[in-house]
């Protein structure tokens, strides 16, 4: 007996004005009338239009709403203060000795600058952008944001360049603008538990053979798997250098998968478990016999990411820099599963404590 096609009939729509199973419009089978209401269509019900949410931050709403400098700068003292204003000098959160935000008196003539507050503490003033990469730039709050919007949300990243054609700011400005944003990124120091994949890949390092061994730069990526992650970049694959990595970046009680490289072994003798898999016999996904899986393709699928980045955003990356620029890599994999401007919303306070320059001040 020959197969049966049977046509597929549509299905009964819902109060909701979805069918029940195949929700989605395009995937019908036939060409029908847009009846149906799109998923973003539905507003949730107990969405208040004054509540903040950063899920709803886009290019469009940081150009629509946040493009004069004043709502610029109260939205980045939201995303930096969730819970109000707190000293940079004295860390006084304002609870019980009350951080005041500076207005000018009645008849006052003399101007009081913007955004400054006056802590109920230390009796310092202070603005959103002390103590922060934000310091001393002169470039606006507004094109500061859309900056960080678009490296939090460019999943292969975004050239200097680019930033320099879409913000209408200097390359210079804007080269050292993308810097500041990645190094707000570092400094992460929280250990990865459970099973933590680590492995190391070379960057960069085009040219002759003789060449390429001096310019090619080690990367070694730690990835707790399901869970965030750290990078560092090494001088060389040492077992010093690894160890030193894994001490800094994975707590003793981790299960650790690595590939078969013999400088890993004396380490990770401290740790809980060490699974390796056997790349060289092309092994490269293993069930223990305890269910668990042996594997380093995370670590894998994160080079394989940040090599799109150097090859088709940067074209070149210094051994100076990259550690910045593999920071940028693992933030956006640490925080993968949110929306952009969530994601934006968890960069900003990273920002805290962190100054970029170029050179050391003098005093
Ligand atoms: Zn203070």
């Known amino acids: 007996m020959g197969l049966r096609y049977q046509r597929r009939r549509l299905l009964p729509v819902t109060s909701t004005g979805y069918t029940r199973k195949r929700d989605y419009i395009l995937d019908k089978r036939r060409n029908i009338a847009y009846v149906y209401r799109m998923k973003n269509d539905i507003e949730p019900a107990n969405k208040g239009e004054s509540e903040f949410d950063a899920d709803d931050l886009s290019l469009i709403s940081l150009a629509q709403e946040y493009s004069d400098e004043d709502k610029a700068r109260e939205l980045l003292e939201r995303l930096r203060w969730p819970n109000g204003a707190i000293c940079p000098h004295c860390k006084n959160d304002g609870k019980t000795k009350p951080n005041s935000k500076l207005t000018p008196k009645a008849g006052s003539k003399s101007a009081v600058r913007k955004g400054v507050y006056f802590c109920g503490a230390c009796r310092k003033q202070f603005t959103v952008t002390v103590k922060t990469v934000f310091e001393g730039s002169h470039i606006p709050i507004s094109k500061w944001l859309m900056a960080w919007f678009i490296v939090c949300s460019s999943k292969k990243s ?16 804007a080269w050292f603008m993308a810097h500041r944003i990645r190094f707000a990124f570092g400094g992460d120091t929280e250990k990865l538990t459970g099973t933590v994949e680590v492995d ?17 730069v080690p990367v070694v990526a730690l990835i707790e798997r399901g869970g965030k992650m750290h990078t560092r970049v090494v001088s060389n694959v040492s077992q010093m250098n690894l160890g030193k990595c894994l001490a800094e970046c994975v707590d003793k009680s981790a299960i650790v998968n690595t590939d078969n490289h013999d400088a890993y072994k004396p380490a990770l003798k401290e740790y809980k478990r060490h699974d390796v898999v ?27 990411l940040l090599k ?11 051994r100076e820099h990259l550690p910045k620029y593999a920071n940028e890599f693992a933030f956006r994999w640490s925080n993968s599963r949110m929306t952009d401007g969530a994601r934006m919303a968890v960069g900003i306070p990273m920002v805290e404590g962190k100054r970029l320059m170029y050179r050391k001040p003098a005093n």
Do not use: C
């Not at 975004?158 to 400005?173: D, E, F, G, N, P």
């Open 278 to 304: 056997n790349h060289s016999k092309l092994e490269y996904h293993r069930i223990n016999p305890d269910g668990s899986i042996a594997t380093t393709n995370s670590a894998e699928s994160f080079f394989s």
């Open 158 to 173: 975004v050239s200097a360049h680019q930033l320099h054609r879409m913000l209408k700011i200097t390359y210079k400005a």
């Open 308 to 318: 799109r980045g150097v090859y088709g955003s940067w074209h070149h990356v210094s």
């Open 200 to 216: 190391e890949t070379f960057v960069g390092g085009k040219g002759e053979a003789k060449t390429n061994f001096s310019r090619h």
